[in-house]
Each structure stands twice: as structure tokens, then as C-alpha cells.
């Protein structure tokens, strides 16, 4: 090894660390992770989601042109005189290429993967290189809002279940945004640009953004100004009512459709009782290129919390829109799929329950076993073989020490420390008589129980827990 590394005489010093951007999960961590998993897979599965699974990386052309000024941060990988190829940026462009492959023109799926971005980390807020998402999508050809008010719906569901505290879900549309920019002046071919520094109002003041689009981008004052007094409001039904009035915007057949839309969406949202928590905001731009229609992004609320000094600010825990024109980029003859989709900011949500883990200092099993099985002589160690194995056999998560002889102080030891709720402790008089002796961790309660009624009574008191 010392070898490989070129000896020691200090030419390099190797060091043991991850790669920026990057983390291992811990058995802790990765409990608290599984738990996420899980709630958010219970919900997609709930609406009646299929799941699919796509490679790492894309041809580089399939990435290409989609992202915007993000493309940036696109990955790509040596070329080795193969294929061009990057690694994926995110789950939306790989699902439509799919969808544009196999000529799919309906379908309902979730996709949880991992994706890469060659960001400037600021990893406390739950931002890396390497990071999961966890993608639910609906293609095809539908009455207008009923698939667009299911992703809020379930975007509500997930953040309400995950008890992440108090959010709020922000809506807009592209057609409202763009209309907005022709009515105020903006020229055709600034859109797309002026839109990513609207996109920067959640963070920065609007006398910076303003002057980004002023200074850098070369638009004009008037224009900015006119901008800034629609990008400040916010509301619900009767904000929408009140544009669909605007002298300038309702001659806007763009904005007149988004705003028609958006009064539908509120009208289903309506019925599944969840406008408390969704405001029609026209600030909100979203960055990506192919958006075309509705679009939504969820954030936490700040929570004054006792545990923490500075409340955690970890912003967006879930986005997505509608994107009706990237799969025909990817189809020959153009041929079109509508698609509704939302992205789980898993990352984000994940920091905030693992700071709140460690502030309660709440203790996390990481493994699921039932019971250990123990001897309380010495000389049991087949006898403890021969059990375990008919408790594994029967489906009961089963451990032993991998010691001969272990002193029975330390097998109960084991159980307190790894959270096991059961002891099965076999012993000379218990064989004899056909028993085997079960202890209750927690209690220390221990009863007799006959060897064929065992497993029925590991199942019965584990499945009260």
C-alpha cells in the first residue's frame, strides 16, 4: 500500500476525505434517510404511480440546450474516444428522452435517483454535487389543471406528513410571466434571461434585481420599473380576478390563458381544501428552460425553534411545473407530450430532520432486529446456532454474538445498546425442559415459553411496538 502511494518519504500526503460536494451516510443518517424515503414512496404509490430507473449518464447532446444559464454546471466526462457523455443534471430531461424513445405518450411515474451539478457547494443548507431527487410526473393528454392540482396536492401531502413545520407553496405561470415581460416592454429575445433574475427576488432585495436587468442585461428603466409592480404582488382568487381586469394584461392572449388556467387551478385546489397553504405569486419564475406552463416551488417557513440558536433557513423543499414542448425536442417528427411533474427537494428536507434529530437527541435505531439470541451457560453455543436458525427461517430479524462463551451481562448489554426489545436465553434447565426463556429488555420482565410457541410470541410482542 505504502508502495502504491510512493512510500513515505512525503512526496504526497494522501488524504482521507470525500469529494467536494459529497457526504457518506451514516447507519444514523441513513435510518432517518429511509424513513423520508419512505413517506414520500407511500404517497406517490398512493396516486397511482409506476416507477422507472435511467442510466447515471446521458449522451452529452441529450443535456445539452435544456438547462439555460445552468448548463453550466452540467458534468461531463472525460472523452475517451467513445461516446460524448455527462452525467445527468436532473430526472426531468433523462424521463422525457425516455418518453421520446419508446414513443410513451401517457404514463404516471416517480423516479428517485441520484443527480450531479458542479455547483459551488454550500453544503449546511443541504446543497451538493451529488444529491438525490425524487421526481413524480404525469404525461399526456389531460382535461386542462385536474394533473396540475394532483402534484400540489401531493407536494402538500408529503411536507404535511414529514412534519417539517410550517410552508407555504408558491404558484405562477410561464404564460403569465411572459406575457407580463411583452406588456412591460421587455424585447422577445430578453425573456428568458430578465425571467432568471426575477428568479433571484426570493433572495435578494428588488433594487439588486432591478439593477441586474438595468446594468447587466440592458434593459430599460421603464421597463424594469413597470416589471417591479406586478413581480411585488402575491395572493389567491381575487389576486387573479383582479389581473384578469388589468387594463394591460388581460389584452395579453398569453397572460389572459395562464390567468384563465390559473382561476381553474384554485378552483380544484378549492376542493381538496388546501389554498391555505398556496399563494399566487408573481415573482416566482423558476429558472429552467422548459417550463411552458404552470409552475410551483414549496418553501419552509422560518420556525423560531428553542433548540437552535439560528433557526435553520434551508428555503425550497420542492418545485416543478409544467413542461409541454421538451419531449418533442427529443422526437423526430416533434411529436408533443404534455407533462406535469414535481422534484422533492430530498436533500434539504433531509438536513432539516437530521438537526432536529440531533437537537432532541432523540436516539435512532439502525438496525431492525427483534431479538438476541443468548445463553446464560457456557457450552451453548450449538444449541444457540440451532435456534437462531430456526428463528430466521420462520422470518424473525435474529442476531447472536459471534462468541463461544459470552457473559450473559454482555448479551443484555448488546440488546440495550443496539435498541433489540427481545432475549431468547437458552440454558441447560430450559432444554431440558422444552422451554426457552424470553426476556422483555425494557422491563426485564422474563417469561417461559415453550420452543414451539416461540416464534407466534416474538411476532406477537414485536408487532405491539
Not at 410550517?166 to 415581460?181: A, Q, S, T
Not at 417557513?301 to 435553520?312: A, K, M, S
Request: charged share 30%; with cysteine.
Amino acid at each position: 500500500m505504502k508502495a502504491q502511494l510512493g512510500g513515505d518519504e512525503g512526496k504526497h500526503k494522501f488524504v482521507l476525505k470525500t469529494p467536494k460536494g459529497t457526504r457518506d451516510y451514516s447507519p444514523k443518517q441513513m435510518a432517518i434517510r429511509e424513513r423520508v424515503f419512505s413517506a414520500i414512496i407511500n404517497c406517490f404509490k398512493r396516486h397511482g404511480a409506476e416507477v422507472i430507473d435511467t442510466p447515471v449518464f446521458e449522451l452529452k447532446e441529450t443535456l445539452t440546450g435544456k438547462y439555460g444559464e445552468d448548463s453550466k454546471l452540467i458534468y461531463d466526462l472525460k472523452d475517451q474516444g467513445g461516446e460524448l457523455l455527462s452525467l445527468r443534471y436532473d430526472l426531468t430531461v433523462p424521463f422525457a428522452r425516455y418518453l421520446a424513445m419508446n414513443k410513451i405518450t401517457n404514463i404516471k411515474r416517480y423516479h428517485i435517483a441520484k443527480v450531479y451539478r458542479r455547483d459551488n457547494p454550500a453544503m449546511t443548507r443541504g446543497r451538493y454535487r451529488e444529491f438525490y431527487q425524487c421526481d413524480f410526473d404525469i404525461a399526456g393528454q389531460f382535461d386542462p389543471m385536474i394533473p396540475d392540482a394532483e402534484c400540489l396536492k401531493i407536494v402538500h401531502e408529503i411536507l404535511s406528513d414529514l412534519q417539517l413545520g410550517d410552508f407555504l407553496i408558491k404558484v405562477n405561470d410561464r404564460r403569465i410571466l411572459d406575457g407580463m415581460f411583452a406588456v412591460c416592454g421587455v424585447p422577445d429575445s430578453k425573456f428568458r434571461t430578465i425571467c432568471s433574475s426575477v428568479d433571484k427576488l426570493d433572495k435578494v432585495p428588488w433594487e439588486d434585481v432591478k439593477n441586474e436587468m438595468v446594468g447587466e442585461k440592458g434593459l430599460s428603466p421603464e421597463a424594469a420599473d413597470r416589471i417591479g409592480e406586478y413581480v411585488q404582488l402575491h395572493g389567491g382568487l381575487d389576486l387573479i380576478e383582479q389581473l384578469l381586469q388589468d387594463p394591460k394584461l388581460s389584452q395579453n392572449k398569453l397572460a389572459k390563458e395562464g390567468l384563465g388556467d390559473m382561476k381553474l387551478l384554485f378552483e380544484y385546489l378549492t376542493l381538496f381544501g388546501i389554498t391555505g397553504k398556496i399563494s399566487f405569486d408573481l415573482s416566482l419564475a423558476r429558472g429552467l428552460d422548459y417550463y411552458t406552463g404552470v409552475i410551483y416551488e414549496a418553501v419552509l417557513l422560518q420556525q423560531q425553534n428553542d433548540h437552535v440558536e439560528d433557526p435553520v433557513s434551508v428555503g425550497s423543499v420542492a418545485g416543478g411545473g409544467r413542461y409541454d414542448g421538451l419531449v418533442g425536442m427529443f422526437d423526430p417528427k416533434g411529436r408533443k407530450v404534455p407533462c406535469v411533474g414535481v422534484s422533492i427537494g430530498i436533500e434539504r428536507i433531509f438536513s432539516i430532520l437530521e438537526q432536529r434529530v440531533e437537537a432532541s437527541e432523540e436516539k435512532i435505531r439502525t438496525t431492525e432486529t427483534q431479538v438476541l439470541v443468548a445463553s446464560a451457560q457456557k457450552k451453548l453455543l450449538e444449541e444457540r446456532l440451532k435456534l437462531i436458525s430456526e428463528l430466521w427461517d420462520a422470518g424473525i430479524k435474529a442476531e447472536i454474538l459471534y462468541k463461544k462463551n459470552p457473559k450473559l451481562l454482555n448479551q443484555l448489554q448488546y440488546c440495550e445498546d443496539t435498541g433489540i426489545p427481545l432475549v431468547a436465553i437458552v440454558g441447560e434447565q430450559e432444554l431440558k425442559d422444552g422451554v426457552v426463556k424470553l426476556r422483555v429488555v425494557a422491563t426485564r420482565e422474563e417469561v417461559n415459553i415453550r420452543r414451539e410457541n416461540l416464534i407466534e410470541e416474538i411476532r406477537m410482542r414485536t408487532s405491539q411496538l
